[in-house]
Each structure stands twice: as C-alpha cells, then as structure tokens.
C-alpha cells in the first residue's frame, strides 16, 4: 500500500447498541493527481552522472511516479530520468528529473528491486504535455 494512503476503521454514532455497530474500511486517497497504472521502462542516470542505468515505473501522474530500480539510491537524491513509450509507429520518450521522496528496501526482497516514489521537479520544454496526453491513453 502507498505510503499516502492510510486505513481507517468506520463506526456507526455512539449511543446505539454495540452488538449493531457497522464497521468497515474504506481509503482516502490524498494525492493531488490521479495515479494510473502503467509499465513502462525508463532510463535514469544520478543528476550529476552521465552512467544511465534502466527502471521499470509502476505508475505514474502529473506529480511522480513510482520506480522499481536495481541499485539503491538515497531519498532525496536527484535524478534524470527519459520515460520511453510508443507513439504511433515510433519510440518517444518524456524526459525530466525527479526527486527520490520515498523507498522501500524491503520490496527488494519480494520482487528483486528497490522500489522509489519520486516525484517529478522539471521536464523538457514540451514533456509535460506529453506525459498528460499519455496518461489520458491508460485512464
């Protein structure tokens, strides 16, 4: 589950029966942005690196993303990252750099990767466009 997420238990008013109290859960969502589920690859290199390394993203908004990533890398670390997608019959790609915000090591011994929340700082002339026409396409 996000960190951003969070469970809470529901309660009918007090002063009723406690044998009729409804419970059940629900969660509120608090992102600002809408994620939508994709899987894409993408490229990433440290921001003062020129070594570009590949990730896979989960998903992905006009905010952030989350990454699942081989190396481990520091919250609050800044990275260049070029998100590769098809379009039409050629490879474009959304370029920006991205703040690592949050991790979580223990995923890497579930799925053999680190998993990251970055969020996104700046992008390309242009890319940010991009990024909303595509995540329109997977809504």
């Known amino acids: 589950m996000s960190p951003r997420k969070f469970l809470t238990t529901v309660r009918s008013q007090k002063g009723k029966d406690p044998s009729r ?5 629900f969660i509120l969502e608090k992102r600002e942005n809408p994620r939508f589920n994709v899987e894409l690859p993408f490229g990433y290199s440290l921001a003062d690196a020129e070594e570009t390394r590949a990730g896979i ?3 992905a908004c006009e905010g952030g993303l989350l990454a699942y990533l081989h190396r481990r890398v520091d919250i609050g670390t800044l990275l ?8 039409g019959f050629r490879l474009d790609a959304i370029k920006g750099i991205a703040k690592v915000v949050w991790s979580d090591f223990a995923a890497k ?31």
């Open 21 to 25: 109290l409804q419970k059940g859960f």
């Open 57 to 59: 993203l989960a998903d």
């Open 80 to 87: 260049k990252i070029e998100i590769l997608y098809v379009k």
């Open 109 to 139: 011994e579930s799925f053999g990767e680190y998993r990251y929340g970055l969020q996104f700082q700046s992008f390309l002339e242009g890319d940010i466009d991009k990024l909303r026409i595509l995540l329109k396409k997977v809504s």
